[in-house]
T-cell receptor, first 113, second 110 residues
Framework: KAGVTQTPRYLIKTRGQQVTLSCSPI?????VSWYQQTPGQGLQFLFE?????QRNKGNFPGRFSGRQFSNSRSEMNVSTLELGDSALYLC???WGGGDNEAFFGQGTRLTVV | AQSVSQHNHHVILSEAASLELGCNYS??????LFWYVQYPGQHLQLLLK??????LVKGIKGFEAEFIKSKFSFNLRKPSVQWSDTAEYFC????????FGAGTTVTVRA
């Protein structure tokens, strides 16, 4: 079966711009989580959506937002980009979060210049 | 919220050597524990998981992990590594979200 698909794979943006990243979960999965991966901070949880509702949120500023559509696809938006937002953004899908196994996409590499 | 501590930042081994990576988590009641692996240029993949039952769990590619509740530990082991085991390994704990350790880079020399 198809895995978790993230688009685009690479992005270069300028400070102050905004960006939207997309994630298509595995068919049937209703939970989508987003993580930021950086060399200094490791993997940090951004937020989780389940059935179009944000169910959990990490400690990131309000510039980071997301949404989930009725087909479980999810988007993440970062507004007013800062240099420190450069990272690999990972999406993970599961049946329903909690103790379910999470399957990860290959990520979107965002570079802010 | 859970915190996860991985003992080693970088481990260098020769092929056929044994591997053990330490992982400790903060107390938080019932926990679900995972080890993920990230091979160079690839996405995070699940190696193994522990939800309940036998504290010794076996995963893919010959890996196993032991859950020791009294020590809040979930250490990963492999008796004999191969060059293809070169990767970054992450321990993770799930309460309402996956909390990851900082990761351990494992380099296996041929």
């Amino acid at each position: 079966k198809a895995g978790v698909t993230q688009t685009p794979r690479y992005l270069i943006k300028t400070r102050g711009q905004q960006v939207t990243l997309s994630c298509s979960p595995i068919s049937g999965h209703r939970s989508v989580s987003w993580y930021q991966q950086t060399p200094g901070q490791g993997l940090q949880f951004l937020f989780e959506y389940f059935s179009e509702t944000q169910r959990n949120k990490g400690n990131f500023p309000g510039r980071f937002s997301g949404r989930q559509f009725s087909n479980s696809r999810s988007e993440m938006n970062v507004s007013t980009l800062e240099l420190g937002d450069s990272a690999l953004y990972l999406c993970a899908s599961s049946w329903g979060g909690g103790d379910n196994e999470a399957f990860f996409g290959q990520g979107t590499r965002l570079t802010v210049v | 919220a859970q915190s996860v501590s991985q003992h080693n930042h970088h481990v260098i081994l020769s092929e056929a050597a044994s591997l053990e990576l330490g992982c400790n988590y903060s107390y938080g009641g019932t926990v679900n524990l995972f080890w993920y692996v990230q091979y160079p240029g690839q996405h995070l993949q699940l190696l193994l998981k522990y939800f309940s039952g036998d504290p010794l769990v076996k995963g893919i590619k010959g890996f196993e992990a032991e859950f020791i509740k009294s020590k809040f530990s979930f250490n990963l082991r492999k008796p004999s590594v191969q060059w293809s085991d070169t990767a970054e390994y992450f321990c993770a704990v799930n309460d309402y979200k996956l909390s990851f350790g900082a990761g351990t880079t494992v380099t296996v020399r041929a």
